[in-house]
């Protein structure tokens, strides 16, 4: 080894270290804040993501028509938006990641931090939709920079929201679906150079839609996203059907190792909880501010309908979808042949779909998902980071720049072919912007405590579709968006 070469592994190794110390340490300040406020939340609504979940079933899935004749986005559009956001890569590549670094029993605690994160993101959504803001092009905006800078009077605060969230999503979370996408369609097509001609091809698509603007994204999410989500868990269950008697076994694992950790992998049950923690986050998002910004794009009778419809969707991510893919997984044999692949992330995925069905075009069809999901989670992730560029300078060349900046970090993470860096970046950010956003949402959760009652009280009073006031707030200072 050269000189040169022995340099650039020790400064990558630094980098490693480095970022996986602040990791840590982000994390355990963001585990308090995810874990101790999302409980308390789920107490003071009384357990609505569970006690309401047919209410909130069915407000996500009605009105697919809605918004198609409107310039507008619909409840529907932001919710497929939120859900193209969620269902990316996480509940593939994430998933299994997850088992591998953290054992079966991580699947477990991503069940529970889903039930509770669910009632957070009911929270942060509402919340963005009380103090949304109308921008020049006549969309609805909104999220944790709108809400810390109106709702509580701190415009420095919501810029640094501002900026955590690009950085997080804008630039770590497009790095980690364009790496994985990638990686899967390099599995499955081996040519020279593979890697650069998917990164052309990732950043050319993704360009076409994110220039056509912010309801050209809504309508590609709105058509994309619910039926690629139901295919996932057809194929899913094809897969499941050829290891159909390890099923019972999968479930045993998750359940036997949330509570202790398999000696192939040593360390403390901590890891399997936070590991749980970390994927399920990156799944779902709750908590993080990055669907609110979704949230407060719907136009809307009542900021509590986006709460209640995002709030089901964490539910969906990963109860189901999450779910079926940990099933896949598990399904095939004891946790040391698992491990026995060497494989993490979608490469795992497609090894044990090939080696169950016993024929590799299980590859070409995971990555076709990989490669899909990674779009509609990467539309996601432009429409929040545009959402943001507007709140600090409503100006169309800093739009453009982050147009630039998505479509380049799309290109340059997709000729990377270790995603383990890019993963502890996002995971950092993304510990980072979970305590940030949660503070904000704690010192405001009043406001949402008050339009929640106002919308059950209208309910029992029997009105159909509850119209919101800003009247029905204790102080409605900074409200713009409902007179």
């Not at 990316?88 to 670094?101: C, D, E, L």
């Not at 079966?104 to 039930?115: D, E």
């Not at 150079?193 to 050319?204: G, S, Y």
């Not at 008050?450 to 800003?470: I, M, N, S, T």
Request: glycine share 10%; charged share 15%; hydrophobic share 50%.
């Amino acid at each position: 080894m050269s000189g040169l070469d022995s340099f650039i592994d020790s400064l990558s190794d630094s980098v490693n270290d480095g970022i996986a110390f602040l990791n840590d340490y982000f994390w355990g300040i963001s585990f308090v804040f995810l874990i101790g406020l999302g409980l308390i939340f789920t107490y003071k609504l009384k357990g609505l993501q569970i006690a309401k979940i047919r209410e909130t079933s069915r407000l996500a899935l009605s009105g697919v028509s809605e918004g198609r004749k409107t310039n507008k986005i619909s409840s529907f559009e932001a919710f497929c938006i939120g859900m193209g956001a969620r269902i990316g890569v996480g509940n593939i590549a994430g998933v299994a990641t997850a088992i591998v670094t953290g054992g079966p029993g991580a699947v477990f605690w991503m069940w529970i931090f889903a039930i509770i994160g669910s009632a957070s993101s009911f929270m942060e959504s509402t919340l963005a939709q009380i103090y949304k803001e109308r921008k020049g092009d006549g969309h609805f905006y909104g999220g944790p920079a709108y809400y810390a800078s109106k709702g509580l009077g701190n415009r420095n605060l919501g810029i640094l929201a501002a900026i955590l969230l690009v950085l997080t999503f804008g630039i770590g979370f497009v790095a980690v679906q364009s790496t994985n996408a990638s990686n899967a369609l390099c599995g499955a097509f081996e040519f020279d150079n593979n890697h650069i001609v998917f990164a052309l091809i990732i950043a050319a698509i993704a360009a076409l839609i994110i220039f056509r603007g912010l309801k050209a994204a809504a309508k590609f999410s709105a058509g994309v996203v619910p039926y690629m989500a139901l295919l996932w868990l057809v194929f899913a269950v094809v897969l499941i059907c050829f290891n159909l008697g390890g099923v019972p076994h999968a479930f045993k694992m998750i359940f036997e190792y949330a509570f202790t950790v398999p000696s192939a992998l040593g360390g403390m049950i901590g890891t399997v909880v936070l590991t749980g923690l970390k994927r399920g986050v990156f799944s779902n998002e709750a908590g993080l501010g990055s669907v609110a910004n979704v949230a407060a794009t719907a136009d809307v009778k009542h900021p509590i309908k986006q709460g209640m419809i995002q709030s089901f969707g964490v539910l969906v991510d990963t109860l189901i979808v999450c779910t079926f893919t940990a099933v896949v997984i598990l399904s095939y044999g004891n946790f040391e042949s698992i491990l026995a692949f060497g494989e993490k992330g979608s490469v795992l995925v497609q090894s044990i779909a090939s080696e169950s069905v016993g024929n590799d075009i299980t590859n070409y069809i995971i990555a076709l998902f990989m490669f899909i999901f990674a779009f509609t989670s990467l539309i996601g992730y432009y429409t929040m980071s545009e959402s943001n560029a507007r709140f600090i300078k409503d100006d169309k060349r800093v739009i453009n720049c982050i147009r630039l900046l998505v479509i380049a970090v799309a290109f340059c993470a997709a000729c990377v072919e270790d995603v383990s860096l890019v993963d502890s970046f996002s995971d950092t950010f993304m510990a980072a912007m979970a305590a940030v956003n949660m503070t904000i949402v704690a010192l405001l959760s009043r406001k949402v405590f008050e339009a929640y009652r106002d919308y059950r009280k209208q309910k029992a009073e029997g009105v159909e579709e509850p119209v919101f006031h800003k009247d029905a707030l204790s102080d409605s200072t900074g409200v713009t968006e409902w007179d």
